[in-house]
């Protein structure tokens, strides 16, 4: 890999974080994207940075306005998943994604990032060598068009998250390593504070989880990955991008992908702003300082954690100049009482949805 002009680029992402800055990255793309037609559900493939690149430059948009000093280029599932959907071919995506996510990060002043996902070779027993072939493909377009860093995100297996850290550490560049796990072990029962040592010694910068699981349980992990690299005497920064959905009766091997709602119906299971408020919070206290969300987290997510930490970071999101305390013409009392943030935080909400169960039964599926 040639040495790239992101060298030359103002402070990179390691010296901002080191400098103790607060990061906030963006939120969710492949499930946003099927919500809004341009993906399918199952499949989950980004063929749309290439059938509809205004879609991925609009939600890049929006999420730069929330907040987000970071934008990842929207190449998750863009390697032999693409190939299994027959949506257009690999390095097309890649680099269409690419060209989009540049175009939008340069109009923010945003650092950018290239990211790397779990593969379908891998979960048929492919070799390593053959599964780091997919991984350096990708990673050697992202070098190309000078991605400010690199990502891999949502691997459920520690392995390949690993295996796609070493290739990523190949390009010279800062590395992000995010798995979908809960705060016991990896789905194969490795122990989520061994993960975190063994994803600092592949080469990670920056460790933490993303998507799949109940918030608070993804945070319980960034804990336990935080305790075991204070064990093992490793330094790496912690970076938390949770899902948008509450789902704690979800399982502890798929999480919500098990759920009778999963996809098409997780609407009532919805975080509000409020409850990202109290999640990035509680993920400041622990030493979180690079922010973010996954699936069901849109741009007024992102501009939640922006606002909650709007003393600390000493900035204000653009989006956040329509965002005003809501004067109720209809409030029970009559001097028209303002919904300020302490209303917002201390209310229940409901569903509105007669016989709504609070939980529903994972299905039954046969790694439970
Ligand atoms: N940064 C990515 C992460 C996606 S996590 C996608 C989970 C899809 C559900 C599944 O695996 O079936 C994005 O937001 O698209
Ligand atoms: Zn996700």
Same mark, same amino acid.
């Given at each position: ?112 990032? $290239? ?73 194969? $029962? ?12 592949? $080469? ?88 973010? $969300? ?75």
């Amino acid at each position: 890999y040639s040495s790239s002009s992101s060298e030359v680029r103002s402070q990179t992402i390691l010296e901002r974080l080191n400098a103790g800055e607060i990061l906030i990255g963006d939120g969710g793309y492949i499930t946003e994207m099927e919500r809004r037609g341009y993906a399918t559900a199952g499949l989950w493939t980004p063929e749309v940075n290439v059938e509809h690149p205004h879609a991925v430059e609009g939600l890049h948009h929006e999420f730069a306005r929330a907040g987000s000093d970071i934008l990842q280029a929207f190449t998750f599932y863009a390697n032999d998943n693409l190939d299994r959907a027959q949506t257009g071919g690999r390095n097309e995506v890649n680099e269409s994604a690419c060209r989009i996510v540049k175009k939008v990060a340069a109009q923010y002043n945003c650092l950018w990032a $290239g990211g790397l996902s779990t593969t379908i070779i891998y979960g048929h027993g492919g070799s390593k060598q053959d599964v780091q072939q997919y991984f350096r493909e990708q990673a050697e377009i992202f070098v190309r068009h000078d991605s400010d860093f690199l990502i891999a995100e949502y691997f459920h297996i520690c392995e390949e998250a690993e295996w796609a850290v070493e290739v990523l550490k190949e390009t010279g560049k800062s590395v992000l390593a995010s798995l979908c796990i809960t705060s016991q072990s990896d789905y194969k $029962g490795v122990p989520t504070d061994e993960c975190a040592v063994r994803l600092v010694k592949a $080469g990670a910068d920056v460790i933490g989880v993303n998507c799949k699981f109940d918030p608070p349980e993804s945070l319980k992990a960034v804990a336990k990955m935080k305790e075991g690299l204070e064990k093992a005497g490793l330094k790496a920064h912690l970076m938390f991008q949770p899902l948008g959905f509450h789902c704690p009766d979800a399982d502890n091997k798929n999480g919500y992908l098990t759920l009778p709602e999963f996809p098409y119906a997780l609407e009532p299971r919805q975080l509000t702003r409020w409850d990202v408020h109290k999640l990035t919070r509680s993920a400041y206290d622990l030493g979180v300082r690079y922010f973010g $969300g996954c699936c069901g987290f849109k741009a007024y997510h992102i501009r939640a954690i922006s606002e909650e930490l709007e003393k600390e970071r000493g900035t204000k999101a653009a989006s956040s100049g329509k965002h005003k305390p809501f004067k109720s013409l209809f409030s029970s009392t009559l001097n028209h009482v303002e919904r300020n943030e302490e209303y917002w935080l201390n209310l229940k909400p409901a569903s509105g949805r007669l016989f709504c169960p609070s939980y529903t039964k994972p299905l039954n599926t046969k790694n439970q």
